[in-house]
């Protein structure tokens, strides 16, 4: 460490002094060290700080104008509903009268939950020859008690699963009992 | 025999040295330091990623029924402070305007906002000063919905473009509130939301 001070003390007895062969070499180890120090901090820091965002665009409500109401195959449509304690259900048509008899059924979320219902679901259609706009339609309902993360969940499964339609609406009364 | 060779055990850092500083450089010059916020919040993850737009662009912080508002740019933050002063009846002074800019976001009601920049620069974004949000729940007093009309007119008489809204909920936030900020924005026609999230994979 010390290899700046290598050369002191000498030159007496006579000689004639000569200017000695200093020694040019600088000890970076630590200043090094300190870059490397450094360079983590700010690698970390700034990964860290990057926010990304999910864009979300909900229909007009202003608008009353009734062209716009498509109507929407029993088959195709698919409400997923969400309630508190990270509940989920699930059924296609209308509430009243699914479609196949099958009612609100419950399931999960992420890969092994609800993408696989989606992902069948798309599935189904697509060898009927419905794919992407004329695909599967989900509506996506939500109780005031659900977490926002819930939500998130949700329209992310859509961004992965690929499906076009989709839009979130408000829980009916009787959907809002059964997820209590 | 041969003698073994003493050899130097020292190594040149020069080379070393010069590299790391270069990255050193490179992480300082492109990091963007992290604005303090009134109301930090943990945000829900999701594989989207669009970028924020940097300008333009009106932060709505939820947490705990609470609403916290921001706005970009400092010329945004004025012209709409002074808007707000006209509807509310209070005139801001000049130094008040200066340090309202330094404000990244804020929490409280309009008419109490006088007070609040009456405190030393310092003091103006602690936690403590921002307890009760911005008023959004009554219909008769809803400030929220206020400052966010204001800024698109801002937006619209001085730049002719629609302002960016984002919602930057907290991750245990109950729907129900984020759904009534959007209820609100939804009755100005505001129809397209960036909901700020964290990143992650498809593989949850």
């Known amino acids: 460490m010390a290899e700046l001070n290598t050369d002191g003390g000498g030159g007496k007895g006579g000689k004639k002094v000569r200017s000695k062969k200093q020694n040019a070499?600088?000890?970076?180890?630590?200043?090094?060290?300190?870059?490397?120090?450094?360079?983590?901090?700010?690698?970390?820091?700034?990964?860290?700080?990057?926010?990304?965002?999910?864009?979300?665009?909900?229909?007009?409500?202003?608008?009353?104008?009734?062209?716009?109401?498509?109507?929407?195959?029993?088959?195709?449509?698919?409400?997923?509903?969400?309630?508190?304690?990270?509940?989920?259900?699930?059924?296609?048509?209308?509430?009243?009268?699914?479609?196949?008899?099958?009612?609100?059924?419950?399931?999960?979320?992420?890969?092994?939950?609800?993408?696989?219902?989606?992902?069948?679901?798309?599935?189904?259609?697509?060898?009927?020859?419905?794919?992407?706009?004329?695909?599967?339609?989900?509506?996506?309902?939500?109780?005031?008690?659900?977490?926002?993360?819930?939500?998130?969940?949700?329209?992310?499964?859509?961004?992965?699963?690929?499906?076009?339609?989709?839009?979130?609406?408000?829980?009916?009364?009787?959907?809002?009992?059964i997820m209590q | 025999m041969a003698k073994m060779k003493k050899s130097s055990t020292r190594i040149d850092m020069t080379a070393m040295c010069d590299v790391s500083f270069l990255l050193l450089t490179f992480f300082v010059l492109t990091s963007t330091a992290k604005t303090p916020e009134v109301h930090p919040v943990d945000l829900p993850n999701s594989t989207k990623e669009t970028k924020i737009p940097s300008s333009d662009i009106v932060t709505l912080t939820v947490d705990e029924d609470k609403v916290y508002f921001g706005l970009s740019g400092k010329d945004d933050k004025v012209d709409v402070l002074e808007r707000m002063g006209k509807e509310y009846n209070i005139e801001f002074t000049k130094e008040e305007i200066n340090k309202f800019t330094t404000m990244e976001n804020f929490g409280v009601d309009i008419r109490e906002l006088k007070q609040l920049l009456a405190k030393p620069v310092g003091e103006l974004m602690k936690p403590e000063n921002h307890t009760k949000g911005i008023p959004f729940q009554d219909s008769l007093n809803n400030q929220l919905s206020a400052w966010v009309k204001h800024s698109r007119e801002s937006t619209w008489a001085r730049k002719q473009d629609f302002v960016k809204v984002a919602i930057k909920g907290d991750a245990e936030e109950k729907f129900g509130t984020v759904n009534k900020v959007i209820q609100i924005l939804q009755e100005q026609r505001q129809n397209r939301f960036y909901l700020v999230t964290g990143l992650r994979d498809s593989d949850f």
Do not use: C, H, W
């Open chain 1, 25 to 177: 070499g600088v000890d970076l180890t630590a200043m090094v060290d300190l870059a490397f120090l450094l360079i983590t901090f700010f690698m970390l820091t700034t990964s860290l700080s990057k926010p990304q965002s999910m864009e979300l665009t909900m229909p007009d409500k202003t608008k009353v104008d009734p062209i716009d109401k498509i109507p929407a195959k029993e088959s195709k449509t698919m409400t997923i509903l969400i309630g508190k304690d990270n509940s989920l259900k699930y059924y296609m048509g209308m509430f009243d009268d699914p479609y196949q008899g099958i009612g609100p059924t419950d399931s999960t979320y992420g890969k092994e939950g609800v993408r696989q219902v989606i992902l069948q679901k798309m599935a189904n259609l697509k060898a009927q020859g419905f794919v992407d706009k004329e695909g599967l339609l989900v509506l996506i309902k939500s109780t005031d008690e659900a977490t926002y993360t819930n939500m998130i969940d949700i329209l992310d499964e859509m961004a992965i699963t690929g499906v076009k339609l989709y839009a979130i609406n408000d829980m009916t009364d009787a959907e809002k009992e």
